[in-house]
């Protein structure tokens, strides 16, 4: 099983609609969650990252569940320029920490 | 600012070829990583380390080496390549991986192996 899982998606939404993204993990050690924006052919950047007591960035929201280890990403009100895949990352804690990455999602928003 | 900067942005190479994937940071980070991504696999992580002289492996480490003489740089290298390392190389550097610090990436390098 891999250790950071996500639903490939792809999500095809229209302008406007507010869609979400979950992804679950494995190790239940682990401290530090995060979402990155991949544009196609491009780099990962950070969109945001996720705290214990969730946080919103605008149209963004990031949730973070312990109990059943998993995080999740809502985007309100979705633009054309949202279109990417939204990769979730897990720090895990082991001889030293590392970033493990989910497959990504891929979101496609249409007018 | 040039951040993490990849060379090279393309690469063919035949098989059973040798090659260096170079990556340089100039952020003074003391963690950077390699990560491949392959259609509908995402980022996998091959090598990462936490500082000068202190490396470990990933989750797909088999057919890679690595090294970290200095803070600013952390090579890649392929001994023997194969056309299953025909991917998309990222290297990634961050402060800190423990705490919730960016990670920031080179704009990858494009391999195909033949």
């Known amino acids: 099983r891999k250790e950071v899982e996500q639903d490939p998606g792809p999500f095809n939404v229209p302008e406007g609609a507010t869609v979400a993204f979950n992804c679950t993990y494995s190790?239940?050690?682990?401290?530090?969650f995060f979402w990155y924006r991949q544009d196609c052919r491009k780099e990962p950047k950070l969109l945001m990252s996720?705290?214990?007591s969730g946080n919103e960035d605008g149209r963004f929201t990031a949730q973070l569940n312990r109990a059943s280890q998993y995080i999740s990403l809502l985007i309100r009100d979705s633009k054309l320029s949202d279109s990417a895949t939204y990769l979730c990352?897990?720090?895990?804690?082991?001889?030293?920490?590392?970033?493990?990455f989910g497959a990504g999602t891929r979101l496609a928003v249409h007018p | 600012n040039a951040g993490v900067t990849q060379t090279p942005k393309f690469q063919v190479l035949k098989t059973g070829q040798s090659m260096t994937l170079q990556c340089a940071q100039d952020m003074n980070h003391e963690y950077m990583s390699w990560y491949r991504q392959d259609p509908g696999m995402g980022l996998r992580l091959i090598h990462y380390s936490v500082g000068a002289g202190i490396t470990d492996q990933g989750e797909v480490p088999n057919g890679y080496n690595v090294s970290r003489s200095t803070t600013e740089d952390f090579p890649l290298r392929l001994l023997s390549a194969a056309p299953s390392q025909t991917s998309v190389y990222f290297c990634?550097?961050?402060?800190?991986?423990?705490?919730?610090?960016?990670?920031?990436f080179g704009q990858g390098t494009r391999l195909t192996v033949v």
């Open positions: 990352a897990v720090n895990e804690f082991g001889g030293y920490n590392k970033l493990i």
């Open positions: 990634a550097s961050s402060y800190h991986p423990g705490k919730n610090t960016e990670a920031f």
């Open positions: 190790n239940s050690a682990s401290q530090s």
């Open positions: 996720v705290y214990s």
